[in-house]
T-cell receptor
Framework: DTGVSQNPRHKITKRGQNVTFRCDPISEHNRLYWYRQTLGQGPEFLTYFQNEAQLEKSRLLSDRFSAERPKGSFSTLEIQRTEQGDSAMYLC???????????????FGPGTRLTVL | QQQVKQSPQSLIVQKGGISIINCAYENTAFDYFPWYQQFPGKGPALLIAIRPDVSEKKEGRFTISFNKSAKQFSLHIMDSQPGDSATYFCAAPGGWGETSGSRLTFGEGTQLTVNP
């Protein structure tokens, strides 16, 4: 399967600890997105990369959150000093990019479920 | 900023029935509207998407109807099956200008249950 992969699938941590998640997009996809989803809600946009450049960040992305995509391939999302309110599913998506006349579909990974105790 | 309002919040239909989920958007800067299907513990999976230059798109049992003047679009699931039981999300690109590839703003979701 050459879809979007995310690791780990589950992470349990204590409040105040740092956590890091990894996303491997579909190969050749130059756009990568991070979303957060809480129970019973739709995914909420966090940030977006075009190759290695971080082009957009949501107000949801506080200064405790940092995302990187160093070589324009995989991406990491780090949360420092986790809080109980950070408990959520963190979803990664990738897309090929906008080409004339074509819908730029975002394909999602299975997510990393974070539980902060 | 794009706002997307989805209804109903939950829907129960009998096997073989038609499921209809509605979405309304505010912003007019868009180039497509996708619907995603999500099963528990999984990431959302693209179900079907429509461009604003067409009023309807059908793929198998799934149809999107688009009403540009009303700023609404809906998902119809014909011959609903128990395997269709999932949460469905509509979405819209949230940016201006080059909206393709920008953030998606999702609706609140509709939990569909199809009874056998």
């Amino acid at each position: 399967d050459t879809g979007v992969s995310q690791n780990p699938r589950h992470k349990i941590t204590k409040r105040g600890q740092n956590v890091t998640f990894r996303c491997d997009p579909i190969s050749e996809h130059n756009r990568l997105y991070w979303y957060r989803q809480t129970l019973g809600q739709g995914p909420e946009f966090l940030t977006y990369f075009q190759n290695e450049a971080q082009l957009e960040k949501s107000r949801l992305l506080s200064d405790r959150f940092s995302a990187e995509r160093p070589k324009g391939s995989f991406s990491t999302l780090e949360i420092q000093r986790t809080e109980q309110g950070d408990s959520a599913m963190y979803l990664c998506a990738s897309s090929l990019g906008a080409l004339a006349g074509r819908i730029d579909t975002q394909y999602f990974g299975p997510g990393t479920r974070l539980t902060v105790l | 900023q794009q706002q997307v309002k989805q209804s109903p919040q939950s829907l129960i239909v009998q096997k073989g029935g038609i499921s209809i989920i509605n979405c309304a958007y505010e912003n007019t800067a868009f180039d497509y509207f996708p619907w995603y299907q999500q099963f528990p513990g999984k990431g959302p999976a693209l179900l079907i998407a429509i461009r604003p230059d067409v009023s309807e798109k059908k793929e198998g049992r799934f149809t999107i109807s688009f009403n540009k003047s009303a700023k609404q679009f809906s998902l119809h699931i014909m011959d609903s099956q128990p395997g269709d039981s999932a949460t469905y999300f509509c979405a819209a690109p949230g940016g201006w200008g080059e909206t393709s590839g920008s953030r998606l703003t999702f609706g609140e979701g509709t939990q569909l249950t199809v009874n056998p």
